[in-house]
């Protein structure tokens, strides 16, 4: 036990050989096969509720589906079309995925050291978290609109065009969304955020909530717009633009589109459990018995659902009516209600 | 790869098209969309002009469906010719086949027993509402939602087992001979016939319930596409389309065939004559179409399926006749001509696919992108019509 203590307490241990098994686990056991069975969740979500089953054939209730869609994906043929740019159709895929994961070094998925084992349950604490993650979820979009103009096919081009529309204007309700929890909470850490949620009287959640309410409404309208998830798929919009920027993509690179969307899902949900459902918290302080990240994953799954609900229940929005819900109507909510924070924040709580 | 670099558009001054349109507009792209793009409902290509989103111009180019049709009606005998007529319009095979069948009747001169004409009026309501489910279907799809997709097509499943028990075949029915049908209903055939009529209000309930007031849909439809009434009327638009416009013109009511005059129904008219009335249009007119199988179910008569009928039918020598009848596209019509052998000596039809189309390149005129798969879905066209 002293051992372990002391193996914790080593600064080579904890500054470089601790992030690097996280990360590993993290990356290898967490999230690529959250990803992988979260696709063969949706199918299977969607499939029970548009009167099927969904993917049944490979493995009891199809378990190993993804394991057979990622083989496939592995072993087919990569095709880059001779009139594309190449250097960029080879970039944009890692475009997407690269920042995806990044993100999710500063998501607390559980406690700091001590309260929940010898190890912080994240993989670092960046003092400035919540502005990483939105400058990382910004980068996302360059590979979009790079590979739907490298591609040189022009349903590919109007699906860059829109989701550098999209992303660039559905960033700033996002942005302003986590403003006014950033007020409230007066750090920028996603721990930090977490811990200032435990600590908040029930008199102040009472008199914070409907800004609160509001501000997670509108983060979850941009996050879905933000990963181009049904109803605002419009860059891959497959009625219109056969598949957007991702048309001339096949094999791994097209896989890593897909995976980049999934990833962005997760990161939306995570980012929005931290910030608004108090992270690894549990819900009642009676609840506690069972660790945070079992309740950090339940509530991330419960984001994931809505996500797949959505895209079996609404149509897709058009282009123009995309911009005016982001600039007529989010924008401006969120301006008002960033102003609705501050007032409270000053006149409610500290006098 | 020529045909391509051809502009359709040589009627485009482009010293005023530059001045008008490259600076003051921005560049304007060519877009070849189709034959192969999910939602052109088969073998349709648009060359299209367009200004980012924006539709500035649209020429839909038909053709790649085409086998004749119309030439092999007149190399067979009239009584086989019907199964032509099932791969005009493959996803409403019955009214077609009665299309044709009525004008041979019409041309020969038979008179059809009241059961026949009964079922006859059975089969087509019901060819009406599977082919109304597939165009929500797919209307629905193109617009982006994907789960009435699949809730329609539970129906029509039960629709095309119908039609299964009655025929063998699910799409193309060959299910009339001129003179009546090829046989009777199978035991039992009406009571599965009232099951599932019985559970349809409800199934389109629940398709009504995720588009009608859903916001996103108005948005995608309302004041999308308008049809001015004169409009439609100029370009002989037909069926649910004219009906949208707000004119009510049913060949069912305007001039009854089969049994339609003796059963109550009601036509179905929007006012704004833009998407989401045609939308409306179709659902009410679905479930006139269930009323009617209702009260054709009950008054079924008993007696003969077949008139009599010669066993070679010729018409007489420079008989022409033509017959209409509404399929759920709008006016399906045969135009027949006899030279007094067993065969047509021409055999014209009038697909309400091949009108309905024409009204595409006005209907998008400055509508989006996004606008045209909502409206080449609500116009409704099979291109195996379309072509022949």
Known sequence: MDAIQQAVGDPLFYGVVSPALKILVLLFLGVLPLITYLVL?????????????????????????????????????????????????????????????????????????????????????????????????????????IGGWSSNNKFSLMGGLRSAAQMISYEVPQGLSLVAPLILYGTMSLVGMVQAQAAMSWQVRLITLVPMVISFFIYLVAGVAESNRNPFDLPEAESELVAGFHTEYSGMRFALFFLGEYANMIVISAV??????????????????IPGPIWFALKVFV????????????????????????????????????????????????? | MNELNQSPFADVDPATEMSDSLFARGEEMELNFGPQHPSTH????????????????????????????????????????????????????????????????????????????????????????????????????????????????RERELILDLFEQFCGARLTLNCMRPGGLPHDLPVGWTDKCREFIGLFPAACDEYEGLLTHNRIWKKRTVGIGVLPPDVAVDYGITGPMLRGSGIQWDLRKAMPYEAYGEVEFEVPIGQNGDTYDRYLVRMEEMRQA???????????????????????????????????????????????????????????????SFVNLQSLPELTKGYLLADLVALIGTTDIVLGEVDR
Not at chain 1, 278 to 284: I, Q, S
Not at chain 2, 127 to 151: C, E, K, N, V
Request: glycine share 8%; with cysteine.
């Open chain 1, 41 to 145: 969740a949706e199918r299977k979500i969607l499939g029970y509720m548009q009167a099927r089953v969904g993917p049944n054939r490979v493995g009891p209730w199809g378990i190993l589906q993804p394991i057979a869609d990622v083989m496939k994906l592995l072993v087919k043929g990569d095709n880059i079309p001779n009139q594309a740019v190449k250097w960029a159709f080879i970039l944009a895929p890692c475009l997407v995925v690269a920042p995806a994961f990044i993100i999710f070094a500063v998501i607390p998925i559980g406690p700091p050291a001590g309260e929940l084992g010898p190890l912080d349950w994240f993989v670092t604490d960046v003092n400035a978290g919540i502005l990483f993650v939105i400058a990382m979820a910004t980068i996302g979009v360059y590979g979009l609109i």
């Open chain 1, 303 to 351: 984001f994931l659902f809505a996500y797949i609900w959505f895209r079996g229940t609404f149509p897709r929005y058009r282009f123009d009516q995309l911009m005016d819900l982001g600039w007529k109507w989010l924008i401006p909510l969120a301006l008002g209600n960033l102003a609705l924070t501050a007032v409270i924040k000053l006149w409610l709580l500290y006098r």
């Open chain 2, 42 to 153: 088969g073998v349709l290509r648009l060359k299209l002009r367009v200004d980012g989103e924006r539709i500035t111009d649209c020429y839909p180019i038909i053709g790649y469906l085409h086998r004749g049709t119309e030439k092999l009606f007149e190399l067979h005998p009239f009584f086989q010719n019907v199964p032509h007529t099932d791969r005009m319009d493959y996803v409403a095979a019955a009214t077609n086949n009665l299309a044709y069948v009525g004008a041979v009747e019409k041309l020969v001169g038979l008179v059809i027993p009241p059961r026949a004409r009964y079922i006859r009026t059975i089969l087509c309501e019901l060819q009406r509402i599977s082919s109304h489910l597939l165009w929500l279907a797919t209307h629905a799809i193109d617009i982006g939602a994907m789960t009435p997709f699949f809730y329609t097509f």
């Open chain 2, 290 to 352: 269930n009323r009617i199988i209702a009260q054709c179910l009950d008054k079924l008569p008993e007696g003969p399926i077949l008139a009599k009928r010669p066993r070679v039918m010729k018409a007489a020598k420079d008989a022409e006749v033509y017959y209409g009848i509404e399929s759920p596209k709008g006016e399906i019509g045969f135009y027949i001509v006899g030279d007094g052998t067993p065969n047509p000596y021409r055999c014209h039809v009038r697909p309400p």
């Open chain 1, 272 to 289: 929005a459990t931290t910030v608004f459902l108090g992270g690894w918290l549990p819900p009642v302080a009676a609840l506690g018995f």
